[in-house]
């Protein structure tokens, strides 16, 4: 089990010397919720790639990386994001990222976010 965490605090730690060289984490005077457009753009192309290569498409799904980076810090996003990578390895180490109770807690935030940005910019 310790391994296990150790590999956990790992993978995060890597996760986020990423964003902070790569986005607003560099400088903490910058705000938390304001996502590099690299990361903006990484979204809209997987949203789009779900609901559409259309003008509409794009609009709406950057909306809903507008409300999800109000919602949810970028040092936050990156960690789910690294999560997310290593959930889909195989073996024991996914299975850490899965039982973890932050890990729960972070992905059920994210995917609230995701709730309410489709609410606003996905109307029925």
């Known amino acids: 089990m310790k ?3 150790i590999v956990l605090a790992t993978a995060l730690s890597i996760g986020g010397a ?7 984490a560099a400088n903490p005077t910058t705000d938390p919720h304001d996502y590099p457009t690299s990361a ?10 779900t609901n559409g290569q259309t ?15 109000q919602t949810i810090p970028y040092n936050s996003f990156v960690q789910l994001e690294t999560i997310r990578r290593m959930q889909d390895q195989p073996g024991e180490r ?7 109770g932050w890990v ?3 992905q059920e935030r994210f995917r609230l976010a995701q709730v309410e940005a489709d609410l606003e910019c996905f109307p029925q």
């Open 3 to 5: 391994a296990a965490i």
């Open 104 to 106: 729960k807690d972070l």
């Open 18 to 24: 990423n964003a902070q060289t790569a986005g607003p």
């Open 94 to 100: 996914a299975l850490l990222f899965r039982s973890v």
């Open 55 to 69: 003008q509409e498409a794009m609009e709406r799904c950057s909306c809903s990386i507008d409300h999800i980076a």
């Open 40 to 49: 903006r753009v990484d979204y809209v192309i997987g949203c789009m790639a």
